[in-house]
């Protein structure tokens, strides 16, 4: 069975800092990961997808990356923003476009 | 403009009552989806269809149930037998063009009274 491990849980960083949140995988079968963006209280918005052929995606100042041999996924963020702030979370796409989600990774970013 | 909308934001039901949530689209999608999201945890898929009248259980289908007479819609229906409801219930959906990118509306935070 996939499980979607995120790491860390929650991190605080100070405005302008370069970040990285990671996303593991146990099952490297996966049609594609997708991170998404979570506002308190409101739905996902999706940030960047990766197919599985693919090796890292690129939107504005944030990058994601996929090593699906070693299950791994990263989500950096450049230059952090107070804006930045929200719940970020990674899920794979195990075929028939059902996705298995992590538990997100909590950020704040303080100016 | 086109998305996903979900109706109620808010909900509050007494134990022992089905409610039904609603989930519209106007993205022209095939596949919907209904994940629910209890805190700290990541979501859980309830139900999906990937056509209309035809729908397949998730991982956590015991006491929900699901429709799909119109491709726009997808109303959720919590029923009695869903031993703890309260959760924040989300409705997702993919078009064929979109690259299986899932897109979401913005929930509906049911409580049980």
């Known amino acids: 069975k996939q499980e979607v491990t995120q790491i860390p849980a929650a991190l605080s960083v100070p405005e302008g800092e370069n970040l990285v949140l990671n996303c593991s995988f146990t099952d490297s079968a996966i049609y594609n990961l997708q991170w998404f963006r979570q506002d308190p209280g409101k739905g996902l918005t999706s940030l960047l997808l990766?197919?599985?052929?693919?090796r890292e995606q690129t939107s504005g100042r944030l990058n994601a990356s996929l090593d699906k041999s070693s299950g791994r996924s990263t989500l950096y963020i450049a230059a952090s923003q107070p804006g930045d702030s929200a719940t970020y979370l990674c899920?794979?796409?195990?075929?028939?476009?059902?996705?298995?989600f992590g538990t997100g990774t909590r950020l704040l970013v303080s100016p | 403009d086109g998305g996903i909308t979900q109706s109620p934001k808010y909900l509050f039901r007494k134990e022992g009552q089905n409610v039904t949530l609603s989930c519209e689209q106007n993205?022209?999608?095939?596949?919907m989806y209904w994940y629910r999201q209890d805190p700290g945890q990541g979501l859980r898929l309830i139900y999906y269809?990937?056509?209309?009248?035809?729908?397949q259980k998730g991982d956590i289908a015991e006491g929900y149930s699901v429709s799909r007479e119109k491709k726009e819609s997808f109303p959720l229906t919590v029923t009695s037998a869903q031993k703890n409801p309260t959760a924040f219930y989300l409705c997702?959906?993919?078009?064929?063009?979109?690259?299986?990118?899932?897109?979401f509306g913005p929930g509906t935070r049911l409580t049980v009274l």
């Open positions: 997702a959906s993919i078009g064929r063009s979109s690259y299986n990118e899932q897109f």
């Open positions: 993205l022209n999608h095939d596949a």
């Open positions: 990766i197919q599985s052929s693919q």
């Open positions: 899920a794979v796409d195990t075929g028939f476009q059902k996705l298995v």
């Open positions: 269809s990937q056509i209309v009248n035809d729908f």
